[in-house]
C-alpha cells in the first residue's frame, strides 16, 4: 500500500519567516503535486514534479522531488497571511488510472 | 469556462439512509474521479469513471457505488450511511485518467 505522511501537520508562524513542509514515502512515485486547500473549497494546483531531483518555483514557493522519487518538500520563503490554507502532497502511481494518494495535509496559519 | 460543479453543496442525514452526490465535469473532461475528505485528513480516492466505465476503485465498501452519464457527468451513491460517512466528497476531472485533475468545491455530507 502506498503512503505518504507530510510533516509538519500544524504549523502556525509569523508573516515574513520561512517555513519547509515534508512529504515522505517509502514508494517510487511517477509524479508528485502539491495541491492547496482553503475553508469550502477543492483542492487546487500549485505544481507537478516529475523528474527526480527537479526543483520548481513558483514566486515564494520552492518546490522539491527526492532523487529517488519517493519524497517531496515545500518551501515558502517570507510567508503571508494569504499564504493561509492546507497544503496537501499528492503522489501519482504507475497505473492506468489517474488515482492520487493524498498525505493528510499541512495546515499552515501565517499570522500579520 | 465554468469549472467542476458538484450538488449538492451541503448535506444532512441520518444513519441508515442513502444519497447521491451529483458531478458535472468542466466541459470537455471525459473523466471523473471521486475521492472523500475527513475532517482532518488528505481526500482518499473512492472512483474514477472514464468514457462512462469504472477505471479505477479504491478501497471503500459496496455501499459506495458511482455511474457516469453519457454527457460525462457522474453520480456518487451511498447506502446505508454511516456516521463516519460524514466527510467532505470532492469530484475532480480530467481530459484523461492520468491527466491534471481539476478539483469541484465538495459536497459536504453530514450523518447523524
Known amino acids: 500500500t502506498q503512503l505518504l505522511e507530510q510533516s509538519p501537520q500544524f504549523l502556525s508562524i509569523q508573516e515574513g519567516e520561512n517555513l519547509t513542509v515534508y512529504c515522505n514515502s517509502s514508494s517510487v512515485f511517477s509524479s508528485l503535486q502539491w495541491y492547496r486547500q482553503e475553508p469550502g473549497e477543492g483542492p487546487v494546483l500549485l505544481v507537478t514534479?516529475?523528474?527526480?531531483?527537479e526543483v520548481k518555483k513558483l514566486k515564494r514557493l520552492t518546490f522539491q522531488f527526492g532523487d529517488a522519487r519517493k519524497d517531496s518538500s515545500l518551501h515558502i520563503t517570507a510567508a503571508q497571511p494569504g499564504d493561509t490554507g492546507l497544503y496537501l502532497c499528492?503522489?501519482?502511481?504507475?497505473?492506468?488510472?489517474?488515482?492520487?494518494?493524498f498525505g493528510q495535509g499541512t495546515t499552515l496559519q501565517v499570522k500579520p | 469556462d465554468a469549472g467542476v460543479t458538484q450538488s449538492p453543496t451541503h448535506l444532512i442525514k441520518t444513519r441508515g439512509q442513502h444519497v447521491t452526490l451529483r458531478c458535472s465535469p468542466i466541459s470537455g473532461h471525459k473523466s471523473v474521479s471521486w475521492y472523500q475528505q475527513v475532517l482532518g485528513q488528505g481526500p482518499q480516492f473512492i472512483f474514477q469513471?472514464?468514457?462512462?466505465?469504472?477505471?479505477g476503485r479504491g478501497n471503500f465498501p459496496d455501499r459506495f457505488s458511482a455511474r457516469q452519464f453519457p454527457n460525462y457527468s457522474s453520480e456518487l451513491n451511498v447506502n446505508a450511511l454511516l456516521l463516519g460517512d460524514s466527510a467532505l466528497y470532492l469530484c475532480?476531472?480530467?481530459?484523461?485518467?492520468?491527466?491534471?485533475?481539476?478539483f469541484g468545491p465538495g459536497t459536504r455530507l453530514l450523518v447523524l
Open positions: 514534479v516529475v523528474t527526480g531531483g
Open positions: 475532480a476531472s480530467s481530459s484523461e485518467p492520468r491527466t491534471t485533475l481539476k
Open positions: 499528492a503522489g501519482a502511481g504507475s497505473s492506468n488510472t489517474g488515482k492520487l494518494i
Open positions: 469513471y472514464y468514457e462512462k466505465e469504472e477505471r
